[in-house]
């Protein structure tokens, strides 16, 4: 056999017992030969091998022997399965031989080390392919979407400009976001980023044989360079990895596409980079055995010390990933426990040579980079799929591992075993404790101090000598009165029955009462009497119980009472302090030296078979946590973190750990400059061809904004020049229809001054509906100034008449109104007052509601019109700024039509027109909180607002969900139509904020459709289903674009405010029938 056979056939042989090893711990089957059968069917597929085991409905053999665990042989796989079961016939791999392995998989091995050979690809491999097949076709089919779908770019640069060194983000290119969370992860290491960035093809690239291995690794090498250059350098708020995932893509060929696991892309990956590193180290070193980076960074070694029915073994094993177990452990240490010690603990180190079996494992080396894979997912045999697990998990930011290394196994042991015997005490006193609180023999417990305190209460009671059935006729009809109505009050017992005595004989007058019936006690009425009778009794009490009998009891109940509580505090002092023992067990200096941090936590979201990936990444320059979200890369905190990653809280749980050794710094540490000593930052850390790639990538995308700005100039021109035509158009009809009546031309503007700049809702050409409300409040201050000043100058009348007018719009700005009342929508000056607008504004705009044209229908308001014309012509720009002046108005015609928007919005709602609902109150959230942004009083009440977003949201999800559940063809695809363009879009909307009400509601419509994956339905619908999920489950905060908001037309303030008074009460009114 050549030494390249060897090595192909310990791959596959490794490759064979990893596959082996998961196909035994999802499906729980522990016969070898069953395993291998499906292996074989499958040809290597998991999913298929687990639908075969699944359909035949295997029995696993009950095993009489006890089973041991075994591990891999010395030169196994690094990916090892610990904590797997091995079959009670598994063959003795404790022995150096390795024919035996070989002989075991022999059948299975054959298919698959002939495959590999021909191809170089592996099994395994071609499953992940279908991963990237899917990812691929998906991004294909992206670019047909239309822009309001997820995975579009917003056309504007702007939006896509990197804001500072805030760090770059990645595109999804369909299902991608694996990729990103895995990729972010690896590329904060700065020690790895450094080692790609610098990495360079073997040189003697060209003479080596290009087998499919060295096909794919260089290719994807020299991407992934280049992806990390532009994430170093680009302008670029997030780039697009699709020529990396094409690599990965091409790499593997496959006509099917199955959702796998990430974690199998994590392996695969670092294996391909050990590869491509491996060539170049081998042409590099001059050693037998020269150095891997990729090995040293990730790859560490644990000693496997077992005994199996009195043989002992050690094996030392290589390891990347280290899997942990989830389900069962409440926190990191406790899985860890529990991989590292499998079987009888008491056997391994032990005098006695037992029959036990079970082994310990101990790591010898640990890797600068430890990551530990949580596997979170299982499968349910009962349903035929996977599911995951949602118990909730904590984990350190700081781990210390001393306690699982091979220099401490003998202090470990010991202190394994004092923990051991403080939980039997544990146990003990908490069966002890919950006797004291769940005391009684029946159904129901309570507190045993509780009971002693109800029987001291009942013994307090006051007797009473009466049965508590004596005084009430049983023949009495509910509510303890008669049928009679008596007219007269003199006689209250006549409410109730007569004695049971009389009800057998002849009824006498109704008048009539007896002396039984006047000295009966009053029956307590609950709905005619306001208080209770002062002698009926609250509690029960007892009949008869003397002085002697009370005082003996009350101080037996007072000590035991006493006693109980006394025995419970002990108890739970005691339980409190075996915590504090347990949880310092491992707190002295001796087992702190070994720290390591947490780096990254790689999040999943959703079902075992659909969901959206992200990761958290601690930033130690700036010392806080970053989420990194596909284009999304925010500011974060422990705090969010534990919420979205601990799981047991919605459907978000972490699915890896990365952790970095603490005590060595160059894992994170920036690069220096070796002649200057600076900090290389941006393009200086990358060698000159990326640095010369970036920067043209750069250039581009400057071109591109450039582009952009030059296109909206000429935009914003043209609408300049229409605007300036439809002004002058107006103008011109405004004068030829205008009363022959001639103008006062030593105080009258010429009609292309001033006024026409100002805004249409403070003047307009024409007598429309808005005019006349201005024009009749001016004729009405006027009036008022006319009957109140002595002097009838016209400057004198327009100065009274400003400070009447004033006046009333300060009353109304500060007059507390219902909210179907607002006056900012009657007048301007009302909103610039209560948002403190300057003077000179408020003076100008005053100014120019006296200088309506429209009010000259008799001299007197003429002369004024025309007073108030001049004085506006004779404002300079530096008593007013223009500039100034020009913003609030357009800040107050922002705010009337954000406020056509929510009114259209809201009536459409109430009319339940969801889907047009949706687009105006959409708008008119965004729109709002731009003028909220400026003051308080800029805009209406945004929690409002957002309440009725979120609602309507809300029902087109249902409207939708309704719709897929039909199972209609049409049905189901209008519902999706819905989701993927409405309800989808505007999700990041919801998120942007994190308040809580929007969260809950996300979540309430993700939980919605992902209670649907437990579901039986037909194919299409697993389909569409599977094809909806992610983008409903993307958690990115980017706003993506979206329809563009519909035209509104303008509305006279009358009717702008009649349309809102008439909305807003009906909403309350819907509110208050609600309540």
């Given at each position: 056999m050549t030494v390249e056979q060897n090595v192909l056939q310990q791959h596959s042989q490794k490759h064979q017992q990893t596959l082996l090893n998961q196909l035994r711990e999802v499906t729980g089957t522990t016969d070898i030969q069953l395993l291998q059968q499906a292996l074989q069917v499958s040809n290597g597929d998991l999913a298929e091998a687990v639908a075969f085991l699944t359909e035949k409905n295997a029995k696993v053999p009950q095993q009489d022997e006890t089973t041991y665990y075994q591990t891999s042989q010395v030169s196994g796989d690094r990916y090892i399965s610990v904590g797997s079961q091995a079959d009670s016939n598994v063959i003795d791999l404790t022995g150096d031989d390795k024919d035996d392995l070989q002989r075991a998989i022999a059948l299975s091995l054959a298919e698959s080390s002939r495959a590999f050979r021909e191809t170089g690809i592996t099994d395994e491999e071609q499953a992940i392919s279908r991963v990237l097949e899917a990812s691929i076709a998906e991004n294909k089919a992206s670019l047909k979407r239309t822009h309001t779908e997820v995975w579009s770019d917003s056309p504007n640069p702007h939006d896509r400009k990197r804001i500072d060194n805030c760090p770059v983000g990645l595109k999804n290119v369909g299902n991608t976001c694996w990729f990103s969370a895995v990729i972010q992860s690896l590329f904060n290491l700065l020690e790895f980023q450094r080692l790609v960035l610098h990495y360079s093809p073997p040189a003697r690239v060209d003479d080596l044989p290009r087998n499919q291995k060295e096909h794919r690794n260089l290719p994807f090498m020299q991407e992934l360079r280049t992806l990390f250059s532009l994430m170093v350098g680009s302008k670029r708020k997030y780039v697009d990895p699709s020529r990396a995932v094409e690599i990965l893509k091409d790499a593997f060929k496959s006509s099917e596409s199955q959702q796998q696991d990430v974690s199998e892309f994590t392996h695969k990956l670092l294996d391909w980079l050990e590869d491509a590193f491996q060539m170049k180290a081998e042409e590099d070193g001059e050693e037998d055995k020269p150095k891997n980076p990729m090995v040293e960074l990730f790859y560490g070694r644990f000693l496997a010390v077992g005994v199996l029915e009195g043989k002992q073994f050690e094996n030392t094993e290589m390891f990347g990933q280290y899997p942990l177990q989830v389900n069962g452990f409440k926190d990191l240490h406790e899985c860890l426990e529990a991989a590292m010690i499998e079987g009888e603990i008491e056997s391994l180190h032990s005098a006695e040579n037992s029959a036990r079996s079970g082994q310990e494992h101990w790591f010898t080396e640990l890797?600068?980079?430890?990551?530990?894979?949580?596997?979170?997912?299982?499968?349910?045999?009962?349903?035929?799929?996977?599911e995951k697990i949602h118990n909730k998990l904590e984990f350190p930011s700081m781990l210390y591992m001393d306690r699982y290394m091979d220099r401490n196994r003998e202090i470990t042991r010991i202190k394994r075993e004092e923990i051991r015997r403080l939980k039997e005490h544990l146990t003990l006193f908490q069966q002890r404790l919950e006797r004291y609180l769940s005391y009684g023999s029946g159904p129901k417990r309570f507190p045993l101090a509780d009971v002693l305190q109800y029987a001291m209460?009942?013994?307090?009671?006051?007797?009473?000598?009466?049965?508590?059935?004596?005084?009430?006729?049983?023949?009495?009809?509910?509510?303890?009165?008669?049928?009679?109505?008596?007219?007269?009050?003199?006689?209250?017992?006549?409410?109730?029955?007569?004695?049971?005595?009389?009800?057998?004989?002849?009824?006498?007058?109704?008048?009539?009462?007896?002396?039984?019936?006047?000295?009966?006690?009053?029956?307590?009425?609950?709905?005619?009497?306001?208080?209770?009778?002062?002698?009926?009794?609250?509690?029960?009490?007892?009949?008869?119980?003397?002085?002697?009998?009370?005082?003996?009891?009350?101080?037996?109940?007072?000590?035991?009472?006493?006693?109980?509580?006394?025995?419970?505090?002990?108890?739970?002092?005691?339980?409190?302090?075996?915590?504090?023992?347990?949880?310092?067990?491992?707190?002295?200096?001796?087992?702190?030296?070994?720290?390591?941090?947490?780096?990254?936590v790689l999040v999943h979201e959703g079902q075992a078979n659909a969901g959206h990936y992200w990761a958290y990444i601690y930033d130690p320059h700036q010392r806080c946590w970053m989420k990194y979200n596909d284009i999304s890369v925010t500011k974060s905190s422990w705090e969010e973190l534990v919420r979205d990653s601990f799981g047991g809280y919605r459907n978000a749980s972490a699915y890896c750990l990365m952790y970095i050794n603490e005590k060595k710094p160059f894992l994170i540490e920036e690069e220096f400059d070796k002649e200057t000593g600076q900090i290389l930052s941006g393009m200086d850390k990358l060698p000159p061809d990326l640095k010369q790639y970036v920067k043209e990538d750069n250039e581009l995308f400057d071109k591109e904004i450039e582009e952009w700005n030059a296109l909206q100039a000429r935009k914003a021109q043209q609408e300049k020049l229409a605007l300036a035509t439809a002004a002058a158009a107006a103008s011109s009809t405004s004068i030829s229809s205008s009363s022959p009546q001639p103008m006062s031309i030593d105080c009258s503007p010429p009609d292309n001054t001033a006024p026409q700049q100002d805004p249409e809702y403070m003047e307009q050409p024409s007598p429309t509906n808005d005019s006349k409300h201005l024009q009749e409040d001016t004729e009405r201050a006027i009036c008022r100034a006319t009957a109140e000043q002595e002097e009838r100058s016209p400057?004198?009348?327009?100065?009274?008449?400003?400070?009447?007018?004033?006046?009333?719009?300060?009353?109304?700005?500060?007059?507390?109104?219902?909210?179907?009342?607002?006056?900012?929508?009657?007048?301007?000056?009302?909103?610039?007052?209560?948002?403190?607008?300057?003077?000179?504004?408020?003076?100008?705009?005053?100014?120019?509601?006296?200088?309506?044209?429209?009010?000259?229908?008799?001299?007197?308001?003429?002369?004024?019109?025309?007073?108030?014309?001049?004085?506006?012509?004779?404002?300079?720009?530096?008593?007013?700024?223009?500039?100034?002046?020009?913003?609030?108005?357009?800040?107050?015609?922002?705010?009337?039509?954000?406020?056509?928007?929510?009114?259209?919005?809201?009536?459409?709602?109430?009319?339940?027109?969801?889907?047009?609902?949706?687009?105006?109150?959409?708008?008119?959230?965004?729109?709002?909180?731009?003028?909220?942004?400026k003051g308080l009083y800029r805009g209406h009440d945004e929690e409002f607002l957002g309440h009725y977003r979120r609602d309507c949201l809300l029902k087109l999800n249902e409207q939708a969900a309704a719709m897929f559940e039909s199972g209609e063809e049409p049905e189901v695809t209008t519902g999706l139509g819905i989701m993927n363009e409405l309800v989808v879009p505007c999700i990041p909307l919801l998120l942007v904020h994190d308040t809580e009400r929007d969260l809950l509601a996300v979540e309430d419509m993700r939980n919605r459709w992902c209670s649907y994956l437990g579901q039986e339905m037909e194919a299409n619908l697993q389909e569409k289903l599977t094809d909806f999920l992610p983008k409903l489950l993307d958690c990115s905060t980017e706003i993506k674009s979206f329809h563009d908001p519909p035209k509104v037309p303008a509305y006279s303030t009358l009717e702008l405010c009649e349309r809102f008074g008439r909305i807003m009460n009906t909403l309350s009114k819907v509110v208050n029938h609600g309540r």
């Open positions: 890797p600068p980079v430890l990551t530990f894979e949580l596997s979170r997912f299982e499968f349910n045999q009962a349903l035929g799929r996977p209460e009942f013994a307090s009671s006051k007797p009473v000598c009466t049965s508590p059935v004596e005084d009430i006729d049983s023949s009495a009809p509910p509510g303890g009165t008669t049928g009679l109505q008596l007219p007269s009050q003199s006689l209250p017992e006549q409410d109730s029955l007569a004695p049971a005595e009389s009800s057998g004989s002849a009824s006498g007058p109704a008048s009539t009462v007896t002396a039984a019936q006047q000295q009966r006690a009053p029956i307590h009425k609950p709905f005619t009497q306001s208080r209770l009778p002062p002698d009926l009794p609250m509690h029960p009490a007892p009949r008869h119980i003397t002085e002697e009998e009370l005082r003996v009891l009350e101080g037996c109940l007072h000590r035991w009472r006493s006693e109980v509580e006394n025995d419970t505090r002990d108890l739970q002092e005691s339980i409190k302090r075996i915590h504090r023992t347990i949880e310092l067990m491992y707190s002295d200096k001796s087992m702190l030296q070994v720290p390591y941090r947490l780096h990254a400057e004198a009348l327009l100065n009274a008449a400003l400070k009447l007018e004033y006046a009333r719009l300060l009353r109304f700005a500060q007059e507390d109104t219902p909210p179907e009342n607002d006056y900012r929508l009657q007048h301007v000056i009302v909103y610039f007052l209560q948002n403190q607008a300057p003077k000179k504004i408020l003076e100008r705009t005053l100014l120019t509601q006296f200088a309506d044209r429209n009010l000259a229908f008799d001299e007197r308001c003429k002369s004024i019109m025309n007073v108030a014309r001049a004085k506006l012509d004779l404002i300079t720009p530096e008593e007013v700024n223009m500039d100034e002046y020009e913003i609030w108005h357009q800040d107050y015609r922002n705010f009337r039509e954000t406020t056509i928007f929510m009114i259209t919005g809201l009536e459409l709602f109430h009319k339940t027109k969801y889907m047009e609902a949706l687009i105006y109150l959409i708008y008119s959230y965004q729109y709002n909180k731009e003028l909220l942004s």
